[in-house]
């Protein structure tokens, strides 16, 4: 069973930073795709970023593109979002997804994510 459990949620000074983790289990973590999204109250879940854990290849959404960066660490089956200059507008829940079976990220969408966290709050006070 695919198991993703985000972490490193909180409440945070506009311009500050935070690093959120995201810990995978239940799949072979090399060979798939993992993504960061959001979803701020009253707002779609948005696509931010994702990256290839066979490859490193990683993709960014406009929005956050310069500010947010995401890694992996393939020896704990961990991937982050680093998330810098925050704004209170980055105020959401985010939760990362897996694609399983697949080797380069997909187009940031929900219907090609296969499996969700249960997401982690960011609040970023103005």
């Known amino acids: 069973e695919v198991q993703l459990v985000e972490s490193g949620g909180g409440l945070v000074q506009a311009g500050g930073s935070l690093r959120l983790s995201c810990a995978a289990s239940g799949f072979a973590f090399a060979d798939n795709v993992i993504a960061w999204f959001r979803q701020a109250p009253g707002k779609k879940r948005e696509g931010l970023s994702c990256?290839?854990?066979?490859?490193?290849?990683?993709v960014y959404a406009d929005s956050v593109k310069g500010r947010f960066t995401i890694s992996s660490d393939n020896a704990k089956n961990t991937v982050y979002l680093q998330m810098t200059s925050l704004k209170s507008e980055d105020t959401a829940v985010y939760y990362c997804?897996?694609?399983?079976?697949?080797?380069?990220?997909?187009?940031?969408?929900?219907?090609?994510?296969?499996?969700w966290g249960i997401g982690t709050l960011v609040t970023v006070l103005s």
């Open positions: 990256i290839s854990l066979s490859d490193g290849s990683k």
């Open positions: 997804a897996a694609s399983v079976g697949i080797s380069r990220c997909p187009y940031l969408s929900i219907p090609n994510m296969n499996d």
